[in-house]
C-alpha cells in the first residue's frame, strides 16, 4: 500500500480547500482511509475516515459540517474536502490507510494507521 497526500497550501480564513489522498497497491475490501492532522505543540488528531466496505463516513466534532471526505474510485484517490477553514484547522495533514473496523474510532481515539502517507501543509491565516 502507497499513500501520496497533497493540496496543502496557505488560505484565509472562512476558505476552502481540498486535500486528495492518491492510493496505489490498496483496496478498499481491506482497509479504510483516514485524514489526520498534527497541529504545532498538539497531539495527532483524526479528523475523517471512510470505508467504502461498509459504508462507513465519520467526521471529528471539531470539524463536522465543514469537511467532506469523499472516495473517487477511477482516480484511486480520497479527497478530503475543507471549508469554512479557521485558524485552528492549521497543521499538516495525512493521510492514512487503517484497518476496516477502526475507522469509526479514528474520529474519537488516537489510531495508529497501519500505511501513512507523507504530510502536506494547510495553513489558515490572513
Known amino acids: 500500500v502507497q499513500l501520496q497526500a497533497s493540496g496543502g497550501g496557505l488560505v484565509q480564513p472562512g476558505g476552502s480547500l481540498t486535500l486528495t489522498c492518491l492510493t496505489s497497491?490498496?483496496?478498499?475490501?481491506?482497509?479504510?482511509i483516514g485524514w489526520f492532522r498534527q497541529a504545532p505543540g498538539k497531539e495527532r488528531e483524526g479528523v475523517a475516515c471512510t470505508s467504502k466496505s461498509d459504508n462507513v463516513e465519520v467526521y471529528s466534532d471539531s470539524v463536522k459540517g465543514r469537511f467532506t471526505i469523499s472516495s473517487v474510485s477511477a482516480k484511486n484517490t480520497v479527497d478530503l474536502k475543507m471549508n469554512n477553514l479557521k485558524p485552528e484547522d492549521t497543521g499538516v495533514y495525512y493521510c492514512?490507510?487503517?484497518?476496516?473496523?477502526?475507522?469509526?474510532?479514528?474520529?474519537?481515539?488516537?489510531?495508529?494507521?497501519?500505511?501513512w502517507g507523507q504530510g502536506t501543509l494547510v495553513t489558515v491565516s490572513s
Open positions: 492514512g490507510a487503517v484497518a476496516i473496523w477502526l475507522c469509526r474510532l479514528v474520529v474519537v481515539r488516537r489510531i495508529n494507521p497501519d500505511y
Open positions: 497497491e490498496f483496496s478498499f475490501d481491506e482497509y479504510a
